[in-house]
C-alpha cells in the first residue's frame, strides 16, 4: 500500500478541537487492517537492521504503534506516561504546551545505560512531548537509535527542534 494510499485513510475533521484547527484523525486508519498492518511495517522498515533493544511509546497513541512494533523488533516496551500513571519510582520531565506545561513520566529502572532505544509516536507536530520523552530518556543514559512517527506535520516545524537525530515519518503534510 502506498504512501498515498494510507494518507487517504486519515480522516480530517475541521475546527477539532478549537475553531482553526484541522485535526488529522487516525482512527480511520487503524479500523483498516491492511492499512494498520502497512503502517506498521512503514514505521519499522528504516529500523529493521538496527539492533534495538527497548522500544518507547509516547502516551497515549504512540501505544497504538509502539507495541507492535517491540513485539516484531523481539524489543522490550517502555510506556513513556503523563505524570501520575506509572506505579513506581519515576523520573519526570515538565514541557511547553502552545497554552500552558504537561509533564512526562517514566520508571527509573526502564532504561539501563547504553541500551538502544527507538522512540514512537502517532503524530510529531511541534516536537515538544517528544523532545520531553528524549530528556528522560538520556537521563537514563539510553541511546536513542531513533524517532519513528506515522504521521509529521512539516509547516509545525518538529523536526527542527530534534537537534539533528534520526527522524522518520510515513505520512507528510
Known amino acids: 500500500m502506498?504512501?498515498?494510499?494510507?494518507?487517504?485513510?486519515?480522516?480530517?475533521?475541521?475546527?477539532?478541537?478549537?475553531p482553526g484547527i484541522l485535526?488529522?484523525?487516525?482512527?480511520?486508519l487503524l479500523k483498516d487492517a491492511t492499512a494498520y498492518r502497512e503502517a506498521i511495517a512503514q514505521m519499522l522498515e528504516p529500523y529493521r537492521r538496527e539492533k534495538i533493544d527497548l522500544v518507547v511509546g509516547m502516551e497515549s497513541?504512540?501505544?497504538?504503534?509502539?507495541?507492535?512494533?517491540?513485539?516484531?523488533?523481539?524489543?522490550?516496551l517502555v510506556p513513556v506516561r503523563k505524570l501520575g500513571?506509572?506505579?513506581?519510582?519515576?523520573?519526570?520531565?515538565?514541557?511547553?504546551?502552545?497554552y500552558g506545561s504537561n509533564?512526562?513520566?517514566?520508571?527509573?529502572?526502564?532504561?539501563?545505560?547504553?541500551?538502544?532505544?527507538l522512540v514512537v509516536d502517532d503524530l510529531l507536530a511541534t516536537g515538544g512531548t517528544v523532545h520531553g520523552t528524549i530528556e528522560l530518556i538520556e537521563r537514563l543514559k539510553g541511546n536513542i537509535v531513533?524517532?519513528?512517527?506515522?504521521?509529521?506535520?512539516?509547516f509545525l516545524h518538529g523536526r527542527d527542534r530534534l537537534e539533528g537525530r534520526r527522524v522518520t515519518s510515513v505520512i507528510r503534510y
Request: charge should be negative; aromatic fraction near 10%.
Open 2 to 18: 502506498s504512501v498515498e494510499a494510507l494518507r487517504e485513510k486519515v480522516r480530517e475533521i475541521p475546527d477539532f478541537p478549537k
Open 23 to 28: 485535526f488529522y484523525d487516525i482512527t480511520t
Open 61 to 76: 497513541r504512540g501505544f497504538i504503534f509502539s507495541a507492535p512494533m517491540a513485539y516484531e523488533l523481539g524489543a522490550g
Open 85 to 98: 500513571k506509572l506505579p513506581a519510582e519515576t523520573l519526570s520531565v515538565e514541557y511547553a504546551l502552545e
Open 103 to 117: 509533564t512526562l513520566e517514566i520508571h527509573r529502572d526502564a532504561i539501563q545505560p547504553g541500551q538502544n532505544v
Open 146 to 154: 531513533g524517532l519513528a512517527f506515522l504521521v509529521e506535520l512539516d
